[in-house]
T-cell receptor, first 114, second 109 residues
Framework: IAGITQAPTSQILAAGRRMTLRCTQD?????MYWYRQDLGLGLRLIHY???????GKGEVPDGYSVSRANTDDFPLTLASAVPSQTSVYFC?????????????FGEGSRLTVL | GQNIDQPTEMTATEGAIVQINCTYQTSGFNGLFWYQQHAGEAPTFLSYNVLDGLEEKGRFSSFLSRSKGYSYLLLKELQMKDSASYLC??????????WGAGTKLIIKP
């Protein structure tokens, strides 16, 4: 593994189902993020974690939860999926939130909620 | 509110030069980023500006004017592989990244 790995890459889900998107990084970055990307809109931050054991809410957190049990993993859970959560989800990491360092992105998870 | 404005789409010719503008209004400023995103792929980092002026990196350059809330990305000697979306993002005083919707650049032969 090099960088950030997301799974699944694509998923079709029935409304009301629970879904967890997985994200793993091997760069030992402290900060991790979950974004959603919708056509015509900028990337919107769902949740973030500045370091293992801590999480915070972003711009659009409702309907999503995260955990950060260790440095490498940052799963995103949709407790009860709704069609408005149809989107492309990107996990990202950086060495620290305030640094000039760039964000590294995973390849994305395309989720369709029917 | 906070917002980032950039053109939705631009078209340019292979071998030419194109400038993609970005204007921003954010609560504080702690740097501006440009990312490239090919269709169906993840964004990748292009440049970072925190001080006024021009940063050059090969065929790509990025300019920042903090007093005007303005940046541009300049792409020279355009190649077909430069066809992509270009995302402008500003880090505000809370170290949150605010993203523009992106500019889709179409390169024609």
């Amino acid at each position: 593994i090099a960088g950030i790995t997301q799974a699944p890459t694509s998923q079709i889900l029935a409304a009301g189902r629970r879904m967890t998107l997985r994200c793993t990084q091997d760069m030992r970055h402290n900060a991790m993020y979950w974004y959603r990307q919708d056509l015509g809109l900028g990337l919107r931050l769902i949740h973030y974690s500045n370091t293992a054991g801590t999480t915070g809410k972003g711009e659009v957190p409702d309907g999503y939860s995260v955990s950060r049990a260790n440095t490498d993993d940052f799963p995103l859970t949709l407790a009860s999926a709704v069609p408005s959560q149809t989107s492309v989800y990107f996990c990202a990491s950086s060495d620290s939130p305030g640094s000039a360092g760039e964000l590294f992105f995973g390849e994305g998870s395309r989720l369709t909620v029917l | 509110g906070q917002n980032i404005d950039q053109p939705t789409e631009m078209t340019a010719t292979e071998g030419a030069i194109v400038q993609i503008n970005c204007t921003y209004q954010t609560s504080g400023f702690n740097g501006l980023f440009w990312y490239q995103q090919h269709a169906g792929e993840a964004p990748t980092f292009l440049s970072y500006n925190v001080l006024d002026g021009l940063e050059e990196k090969g065929r790509f350059s990025s300019f920042l004017s903090r007093s005007k809330g303005y940046s541009y990305l300049l792409l020279k000697e355009l190649q077909m592989k430069d066809s992509a979306s270009y995302l402008c993002a500003v880090r505000n005083s809370n170290y949150q990244l605010i993203w523009g919707a992106g500019t889709k650049l179409i390169i024609k032969p």
